[in-house]
């Protein structure tokens, strides 16, 4: 910290781990880094963030460094566990392939958009979410998106059945088996309100505002 209390950070370097990744390895190749930056292992290092990768935290062991488990990877791993039920993965499944429809049809996004204006001509049109399959919270916000973005999507459809476009009456038929139905909107409204805390705490713990906060596998160093 700085005079004011304020949280400094410092990058000392980026480099490739060679091959082989045990944690002998990991562990010299910090000695390395610290003995480069005249680093005094002993006064200057209070602890080690990482995830919960076994290699890592044994490696920190090596080196006498006290291990911190980084919250909002944890947070990831058990989150990430509980949407493998499968009820709900069916649905994430379904919901997801809707989101990808709309993603990837470019055809339709000036439509959509209008669609959006018409129905709430004073607010920002939205564009719907890339997913990314590492990052729980990826699915939260898309799942977060869609319900935001439900009456634009049965409109889109509605307007599609109107169409005599051959390519678009094929479109819409994928839409037809990809629209959520009002029981599954439901359950999207309650995993949304019951992830929603997580979301919130994951984006506490991953900003780099407050002291106890880390970026995966980083030394917290006096």
């Known amino acids: 910290i700085n005079d ?3 949280l400094q950070q410092a990058l000392l370097i980026i480099e490739e781990m060679p091959y082989n990744h045990t944690a002998d390895n990991i562990a010299n190749k910090l000695r390395h880094i610290f003995n480069q930056w005249k680093i005094n292992l002993q006064e200057k290092i209070i602890a080690g963030v990482s995830d919960n990768d076994a290699k890592i935290i044994k490696a920190f062991q090596e080196l006498q460094i006290a291990n911190i488990s980084y919250s909002a990877h944890t ?3 058990a989150v990430s566990d ?5 009820l709900e993965q069916e649905l994430l499944k379904k919901a997801k392939a809707l989101n990808l429809f709309l993603v990837h049809h470019d055809k ?3 439509r959509f958009l209008q669609i959006q204006k018409i129905l709430q001509p004073t607010k920002d049109t939205l564009a719907p979410i890339q997913d990314i399959d590492t990052r729980w919270n990826s699915t939260y916000k898309v799942l977060e998106r869609l319900l935001k973005l439900k009456q634009a999507i049965k409109l889109l459809y509605e307007a599609m059945q109107k169409d005599d476009n051959k390519e678009i009456h094929k479109d819409r038929n994928n839409l037809a088996t990809l629209y959520l139905t009002t029981e599954e909107w439901i359950r999207v409204e309650e995993l949304t309100f019951i992830l929603y805390p997580f979301f919130q705490a994951t984006k506490f ?8 906060i880390f970026n995966r596998s980083t030394l917290q160093i006096s």
């Open 4 to 6: 004011n209390f304020e």
């Open 82 to 86: 509980g949407l493998k039920i499968n």
């Open 108 to 110: 339709y996004q000036n």
């Open 205 to 212: 713990l991953s900003s780099s505002t407050y002291s106890s």
């Open 75 to 77: 947070i990831h791993l």
